[in-house]
T-cell receptor, first 114, second 115 residues
Framework: KAGVTQTPRYLIKTRGQQVTLSCSPI?????VSWYQQTPGQGLQFLFE???????NKGNFPGRFSGRQFSNSRSEMNVSTLELGDSALYLC?????????????FGPGTRLTVL | AQTVTQSQPEMSVQEAETVTLSCTYD???????LFWYKQPPSRQMILVIR??????QNATENRFSVNFQKAAKSFSLKISDSQLGDAAMYFC????????????FGPGTRLSALP
């Protein structure tokens, strides 16, 4: 079974631009979560989707948004990029949204904002 | 709000030796799950081990075991017979069992494995 895939793997943008990151979960998984990983703040939860509905949201500004499609693929969008948005963005999928469901992480998208 | 603390930013271990990584957490909940995740350099994060708070028995997965002390809110990871491939960032994580709970990760411990 293929793992979680994220595209693109690397991205360079300039301040003020917007960016869309994509995540394809493991086949059969219906829950997708997004995390931001930075050296200073560590791993921080962005949001979680299950069956196209946002179930949970972290403490990030409205510039960060996401959505999930009927095939469980998910995208996250960051508008009006800031230098501080430079980070590794990780996506994780699980079968359900229960705490007992193991999350499987993708390789991440490394975003650099210049 | 729940918090997870890992007091050891970096650790090292000799091949074949044993190392223990520390993790403490703060929560007012009684039902929750604790996790250790491993993130090798430039590779995907993977689940190492999981502990349900209602289980008193410590979880074990091959060379990996935990020491779960619920009253002390401590959740340490022991790696036995260390291998070079154990070198990675290790994250301790908490997730409550109530509706809408998300993962809370600790800052991580970078483990170096020495031959």
């Amino acid at each position: 079974k293929a793992g979680v895939t994220q595209t693109p793997r690397y991205l360079i943008k300039t301040r003020g631009q917007q960016v869309t990151l994509s995540c394809s979960p493991i086949s059969g998984h219906r829950s997708v979560s997004w995390y931001q990983q930075t050296p200073g703040q560590g791993l921080q939860f962005l949001f979680e989707y299950f069956s196209e509905t946002q179930r949970n949201k972290g403490n990030f500004p409205g510039r960060f948004s996401g959505r999930q499609f009927s095939n469980s693929r998910s995208e996250m969008n960051v508008s009006t990029l800031e230098l501080g948005d430079s980070a590794l963005y990780l996506c994780a999928s699980s079968f359900g949204y229960s705490s007992t469901d193991t999350q499987y992480f993708g390789p991440g998208t490394r975003l650099t904002v210049l | 709000a729940q918090t997870v603390t890992q007091s050891q930013p970096e650790m090292s271990v000799q091949e074949a030796e044993t190392v223990t990584l520390s993790c403490t957490y703060d929560t007012s909940e009684s039902d929750y799950y604790l996790f250790w995740y491993k993130q090798p350099p430039s590779r995907q994060m993977i689940l190492v081990i999981r502990q349900e708070a209602y289980k008193q028995q410590n979880a074990t997965e091959n060379r990996f075991s935990v020491n779960f002390q619920k009253a002390a809110k401590s959740f340490s990871l022991k790696i036995s017979d260390s291998q070079l491939g154990d070198a990675a960032m290790y994250f301790c994580a908490y997730r409550g069992n109530n509706y809408g709970q998300n993962f809370v990760f600790g800052p991580g411990t970078r483990l170096s494995a020495l031959p």
